[in-house]
Nanobody
Framework: VQLLESGGGVVQAGGSLGLSCLVS????????VFWGRQEPGKEREVVAT???????MYADSVKGRFTISRDSAKNTINLQMNSLKPEDTAIYSC?????????WGQGTQVTVSS
């Protein structure tokens, strides 16, 4: 199983970025998917969750600004980030979980300048 993120970069506060995670070796239609982020020296936090058969859920810090989605045909997990803030700066990683197994990508850096 491999997860490969893309779409990170540098953006000014108030701007938008779209992240994508290409998954191989795992059918997204059968797993719960997540996006997490980690700042240097801090624990990773899950910011967006999309479980099978359920509506998306978001951390309070990103609610109303981020949108998680899955494209089962392309086997990608996506995260649209709008109205970005400097405190959104972190390494963003995608995650797929099935039957107790958890798979993380290596992450992509998102930097929001003020």
């Amino acid at each position: 199983v491999q997860l490969l993120e893309s779409g990170g970069g540098v953006v000014q506060a108030g701007g938008s970025l779209g992240l994508s995670c290409l998954v191989s070796g795992l059918a997204l239609s059968s797993v719960d998917v997540f996006w997490g982020r980690q700042e240097p020296g801090k624990e990773r936090e899950v910011v967006a969750t999309l479980r099978r058969g359920s509506s998306a859920m978001y951390a309070d810090s990103v609610k109303g600004r981020f949108t998680i989605s899955r494209d089962s045909a392309k086997n990608t997990i996506n995260l649209q980030m709008n109205s970005l803030k400097p405190e959104d700066t972190a390494i963003y990683s995608c995650n797929g979980r099935k039957h107790g197994a958890s798979y993380w990508g290596q992450g992509t850096q998102v930097t929001v300048s003020s």
